[in-house]
C-alpha cells in the first residue's frame, strides 16, 4: 500500500484536524503517501487534492473546522460523478480510502467500495452524535460544552428579567445535544425529535414549574415535531398570559471553536485504529467507541440502524422538575 486518500465531508465537527493529522502521520511514519482531497466527495470528483506532509498537520491539533474542507456533494450521489470520482482515484493510484464523514455521508462511502473495490474506512465526523454503533463522533463533546456554556450565559439574564427562554439547539433528527445539554446546564424541560409535543400540555406544565419561580429555560432540538424554539415559543405565548417568553437560537456556534480534550483524544485514537485496521485488510467499516474500546462494524449498520439518545435520561429529567 503506498498511497491512501482521504476526505472530510458532512458538517464540519470539532476534532477532524486532529484526525487527518493523525492519519496523516500514521502514513507518514508507515512510508504511506498521505492524499489529502479538498472539500469533500466533491474534491475527487474535481480532482482537488495536495499530498499531505508532516508540516501541512503541524499544530492543527488544536483547530476546529477541517483544514481539508467540507462540502455536501450532490454530484456524487449520481453514477456519472461517482465514475469521475473513481477514475481520479485509480489516476492518482489511491489504494485506499479513509473519510472523516457524518451520517448522510457514509453511503457515499459504502457504495465507493463496493464500485471501485479499494478498502474504504468511515469515522463517524459530526456534532449530532447521531451514528449507529458509538458511543461518541467527533465533535459531539465540543458541541455539548459549547451548548451548556451559552445555556449558562443565558440562564443569568433569563433570571435578571424573570422570562422563559426557549433555547433552539442542532439535532435535526436526534436528540443527543438536547438532551444531554438540559441534564448538564439543569434545564426545567427539553423537547426531542424522539418524543412528540404537545404545545397545551406544555404550557401547563410551564406555569405549573414557574409558580413563584423568576426564570425558566427550555431546550429545543432544531428536530423537534413542535418546530423550532420560535415556533413553539409563538405558539405557547397565547396560553402563558403574564408571562414573558424569549427564545434563543444557538445555530452554527455549535460547530466551531477549539475541540475539547476528549474530542482530541478521541479523533487521534480513531485515526490511527482506522489505519492500522486498512493495514490489517479490514474494509466497508467504521470506527466506533464502547466505552474507552475502539472497534469496527459494518459501514452498512451504521447506515440501516437508528441511533437514539437513552430516553430513561428524559425521564430522570422529569423527575427532577421543580414544582411551584
Request: charged content about 25%.
Amino acid at each position: 500500500m503506498k498511497k491512501i486518500g482521504l476526505i472530510t465531508s458532512g458538517g464540519d465537527a470539532p476534532g477532524m484536524n486532529a484526525c487527518v493529522r493523525a492519519i496523516t502521520k500514521y502514513c507518514l511514519n508507515e512510508g504511506i503517501v498521505p492524499v489529502g482531497f479538498n472539500d469533500g466527495y466533491q474534491g475527487v470528483i474535481d480532482n482537488q487534492f495536495c499530498e499531505l506532509t508532516f508540516k501541512d498537520v503541524n499544530n492543527i491539533v488544536q483547530s476546529g473546522g477541517t483544514i481539508l474542507g467540507t462540502y455536501r456533494s450532490n454530484q456524487f450521489r449520481t453514477r456519472e460523478g461517482r465514475d469521475k470520482a473513481i477514475t481520479n482515484l485509480r489516476k492518482n493510484e489511491i489504494d485506499a480510502f479513509i473519510c472523516i464523514v457524518g451520517d448522510g455521508t457514509f453511503t457515499g462511502a459504502s457504495i465507493l467500495s463496493e464500485e471501485m473495490n479499494i478498502p474504504v474506512i468511515g469515522i463517524p465526523g459530526t456534532i449530532d452524535n447521531d451514528i449507529y454503533g458509538t458511543d461518541h463522533t467527533i465533535g459531539y463533546d465540543t458541541a455539548l460544552n459549547t451548548v451548556v456554556e451559552a445555556v449558562d450565559r443565558i440562564r443569568d439574564t433569563a433570571g435578571s428579567h424573570n422570562r422563559i427562554f426557549f433555547i433552539e439547539v442542532m439535532g435535526r433528527n436526534a436528540g443527543f445535544i438536547a438532551l444531554n445539554s438540559a441534564i448538564a446546564s439543569g434545564a426545567d424541560s427539553v423537547l426531542i425529535p424522539e418524543e412528540d409535543t404537545n404545545i397545551q400540555e406544555l404550557a401547563k406544565d410551564l406555569m405549573e414549574q414557574n409558580k413563584g419561580r423568576k426564570s425558566s429555560i427550555i431546550i429545543v432540538a432544531e428536530g423537534d415535531d413542535g418546530g423550532g424554539a420560535k415556533e413553539i415559543m409563538t405558539n405557547v405565548k397565547p396560553l402563558m398570559k403574564g408571562y414573558s417568553l424569549r427564545y434563543s437560537v444557538l445555530g452554527h456556534i455549535q460547530r466551531g471553536g477549539r475541540p475539547s480534550a476528549f474530542d482530541r483524544m478521541l479523533a487521534t485514537r480513531m485515526g490511527a485504529f482506522a489505519m492500522e485496521r486498512i493495514l490489517a485488510g479490514e474494509t466497508n467499516v467504521m470506527i466506533g467507541s464502547r466505552g474507552d474500546d475502539l472497534h469496527t462494524l459494518p459501514i452498512q449498520d451504521a447506515i440501516k440502524i437508528t441511533s437514539s439518545p437513552d430516553m430513561t435520561k428524559l425521564e430522570m429529567l422529569q423527575k427532577l422538575r421543580t414544582i411551584g
